[in-house]
């Protein structure tokens, strides 16, 4: 079936997506950046040097920062924009959203309004009908046409197996969920954790406490996730625990690395400088936010969002921690 898709955002995920879509014959893919010479350079030289060296963009994928061109014709579009870009770059979109199906792409939570990506897209575009992909899925990995699993989460259980049949392929396994807001959570909150892996790698702490760490940090999010409305057996699944795996253990992980070097003493304004995006630092600010209104307690979202916004000591952090008193596992 001949489809034309939009993807919004020329980052390493918009682009290895844009990849993706284009092993298909029949599909038209075109792929928008907010910023023209990035857009320029990925068009002259076939690759997103940057943010995704390696991965080729093939000839038929069209490279445009103009978003009437980007749209023109889409059966979908496919928003892989970072959540502090997004309202902006979505206002650019205004008037040209039709009915066409938006699937969003995005990991984290906006800060201010504490709205998830889609909420961010509803608002802005006026649209209906969305959906979420999420999971396990390295840019490097996918971009590569390499194995991985992830979920499809809509409302509207056409569209999640829309999107399972039409973006998912043997190699790029979708599965559907209709817990959106549970779906959204997990993606945007592993991210901070995986800041906290990172620091306990970075700390030299060991194997041991990072397999503590993951597991409270899994808790934590689920008990966060539930008092949201999300559904606690999506915290287990592939936008849960499959997620929450990869980006704390992972090479690729740019959250994992921003905790690495905060651990190994590198200065805070250098760490967070530079042009790759970990939006666990900035969903490390909304959650703060949201947990000093609602009263959660979540301890080790609470020691990132100290460390990186508040320049906490990352031991001192971790001191905080360990005098915790422990009590029950199952919260
Ligand atoms: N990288 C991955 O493996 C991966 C996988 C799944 C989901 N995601 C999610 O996808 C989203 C995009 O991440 P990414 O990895 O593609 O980002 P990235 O760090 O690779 O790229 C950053 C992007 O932000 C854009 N940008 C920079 N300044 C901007 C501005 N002022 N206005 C608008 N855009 C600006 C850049 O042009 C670039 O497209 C994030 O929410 C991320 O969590 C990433
Ligand atoms: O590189 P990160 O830390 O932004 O993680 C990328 C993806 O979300 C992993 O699934």
């Known amino acids: 079936m001949a489809l034309t898709f939009a993807v919004l955002g020329n980052g390493a995920w918009g682009t290895a997506i844009a990849v993706h879509l284009s092993q298909r014959p029949d599909y038209r ?19 997103n040097v940057p943010l995704l060296p390696g991965v080729r963009i093939p000839e038929s994928v069209v490279l445009t920062s103009d978003p009437a061109e980007a749209v023109e014709g889409a059966d979908c579009w496919m928003s892989a924009i970072p959540t502090a870009f997004l309202r902006a770059s979505l206002q650019r979109f205004a008037g040209l959203a039709s009915q066409v199906p938006i699937v969003s792409l995005s990991k984290g939570l906006e800060n201010g309004t504490f709205y998830r990506p889609t909420e961010v897209i509803r608002e802005v575009l006026g649209v209906q009908r969305l959906a979420v992909l999420s999971g396990p899925s390295h840019a490097e990995e996918v971009g590569r046409g390499l194995p991985a699993a992830v979920v499809a989460a809509s409302e509207e259980l056409e569209l999640a197996l829309w999107v399972q049949r039409h973006i998912g392929t043997e190699r790029f396994r979708v599965y559907t969920n209709s817990d959106v807001v549970g779906v959204e959570l997990c993606g945007a909150l592993k991210n901070v954790m995986a800041i906290a892996a990172g620091l306990c790698d970075g700390l030299q702490f060991g194997d041991n406490a990072k397999a503590a760490l993951v597991t409270r940090g899994l808790a934590e999010m689920t008990r966060f996730g539930v008092a949201h409305g999300a559904d606690s057996h999506t915290f287990h699944g592939l936008a849960g625990l499959g997620d929450l795996i990869v980006t704390c253990y992972s090479e690729h992980s740019r959250n994992r690395r921003v905790g690495f070097r905060l651990g190994r003493g590198e200065p805070r304004e250098a760490v967070l400088a530079g042009p790759q995006v970990a939006e666990g630092v900035w969903t490390s600010r909304s959650v703060y936010e949201r947990v000093q209104r609602i009263g959660l307690e979540t301890p080790i979202m609470t020691g990132v969002y100290r460390i990186v916004h508040e320049g906490q000591s990352p031991l001192d952090a971790v001191r905080d921690l360990l005098r915790r008193q422990p009590g029950n596992e199952r919260w």
């Not at 893919?29 to 690759?47: S, Y």
């Open 29 to 47: 893919v075109k792929l928008w950046g907010a910023l023209p010479e990035t857009v320029e350079e990925m068009r002259r030289l076939r690759e």
